[in-house]
């Protein structure tokens, strides 16, 4: 069992910048694939982007792609998304989610562990 806790979010401008952090807990944070998602008010929650469990391989959705990063640093058992010029649209809870001995993995229902979401607000 794994329990994932996400912090950073906040209020920002559009064009500004945030970084997110999920902490995990355990020792076997190396084997798992890391995820993030978000949900909007009224939407069904979506993939933003994942990271393998090397950290070698990462995937983003079309939406995401070229504006942010995500990355993760084993040793202190936590994934990152750096989140540049951000949209009125990028404006959800974002959720890290963590899939056990997996590489890219982007369906929602796969993942096993769930953090209990940060809340990103742009403004216009």
């Known amino acids: 069992q794994v329990q994932l806790v996400e912090s950073g979010g906040g209020l920002v401008q559009t064009g500004g910048s945030l970084r997110l952090s999920c902490a995990a807990s355990g020792r076997t944070f190396s084997s798992y694939a890391m995820g993030w998602f978000r949900q909007a008010p009224g939407k069904e929650r979506e993939f933003v982007a994942v990271i393998s469990w090397s950290g070698a391989n990462t995937r983003y959705s079309d939406s995401v792609k070229g504006r942010f990063t995500i990355s993760r640093d084993n040793a202190k058992n936590t994934v990152y998304l750096q989140m540049n010029n951000l949209k009125p649209e990028d404006t959800a809870v974002y959720y890290c989610?963590?899939?056990?001995?997996?590489?890219?993995?982007?369906?929602?229902?796969?993942?096993?562990?769930w953090g209990q979401g940060t809340q990103v607000t742009v403004s216009s």
């Open positions: 989610a963590g899939v056990r001995n997996a590489g890219i993995v982007v369906a929602t229902f796969l993942y096993n562990y």
